[in-house]
């Protein structure tokens, strides 16, 4: 019966990617920008709920005069990525091995993922000014200072060299924090994706776990002044150490108003109720 229902769940997460890859490749480059952001948006909220994840949300998002602006996130899993783009659409900087993953690797890529090869020192500075030049279109950018994923319990140090951008460019940072959890508040195992697992190999981990609640807090706006990249990582960083306040071994204790639970039909922000600064 579980293996039944695992191959059922497989199948439907296979057809919407199909459906994914049919409308990047011929309806999301006809669209304009806000259209194309709502049809990610919702393509992300529903494979959430394939991946039977429900949310709660944190915090206050930026008003839209606001934006673009850099969010920065702690890394737990490629899931990561569609908790954002289910949020508040943006486009990512991902390491290049991303581009490799079945089907996925073309979705990111379709949708304006910027791909850096870590060992590359000019390929960073490369990446820095593509990600000025997304900013100045008015594409909000999506980045995990830590550079790699961790169990989710743990912060790794934040690295600077990506932040060159926002300073360049004196576009706001606005840090989040995303904690995956079980239904009996426990951090959920199925969830991280490190050391040598596949994509495959975590993608059937979480298919044949048990449901789960994504908790999003969403930090303050920080506007990047006079700081070095440096000053603003650790900046960066103890703003998200903050938010990751109250997730314990035993939970995610209430600190900070908690606005709403969703399912996979979590509505705009401004829909939802969540203050924009």
Do not use: C, M, Y
């Given at each position: 019966m579980r293996k039944l229902a695992l191959t059922l769940r497989l199948f439907?997460?296979?057809?919407?990617?199909?459906?994914?890859?049919?409308?990047?490749?011929?309806?999301?480059?006809?669209?304009s920008r806000?259209?194309?952001?709502?049809?990610?948006?919702?393509w992300a909220r529903q494979l959430l709920q394939i991946l039977r994840m429900d949310w709660r949300v944190s915090g206050a998002l930026?008003?839209?005069?606001?934006?673009?602006?850099?969010?920065?996130?702690n890394h737990v899993s490629w899931v990561d990525i569609f908790v954002i783009q289910a949020l508040y659409p943006v486009r990512f900087v991902?390491?290049?091995?991303v581009r490799a993953w079945p089907v996925f690797g073309w979705l990111a890529a379709r949708t304006g993922t910027l791909f850096l090869v870590r060992a590359s020192r000019r390929q960073t500075a490369e990446i820095g000014t593509q990600m000025q030049s997304v900013l100045a279109q008015g594409d909000s950018l999506g980045l995990f200072p830590e550079s790699t994923t961790s169990d989710g319990q743990t912060l790794l140090?934040?690295?600077s060299p990506m932040l060159q951008a926002a300073v360049d460019s004196k576009r706001p940072l606005l840090p989040i924090f995303i904690h995956y959890k079980l239904s009996?508040?426990?951090?959920n195992p199925y969830l991280p994706f490190v050391g040598s697992m596949t994509f495959v190999?975590?993608?059937?981990?979480?298919?044949?776990?048990?449901a789960a609640t994504v908790d999003i807090r969403i930090g303050p706006l920080t506007h990047?002044?006079?700081q070095h990249r440096r000053e603003l990582a650790v900046l960066l960083e103890q703003h998200t150490r903050a938010l990751m306040v109250g997730t314990t071994r035993t939970g995610y204790l209430e600190q900070g108003e908690v606005l709403q639970t969703y399912g996979s039909e979590m509505p705009s922000p401004q829909a939802a109720g969540i203050e924009c600064q």
């Open positions: 439907i997460v296979s057809a919407h990617v199909l459906r994914g890859v049919l409308v990047t490749a011929w309806i999301l480059p006809r669209l806000e259209d194309r952001n709502q049809a990610i948006q919702r930026p008003s839209l005069d606001q934006f673009p602006v850099l969010l920065t996130s991902s390491k290049s091995e140090p934040f690295r009996d508040g426990q951090p190999e975590s993608l059937l981990k979480i298919l044949g776990g048990p990047p002044l006079q």
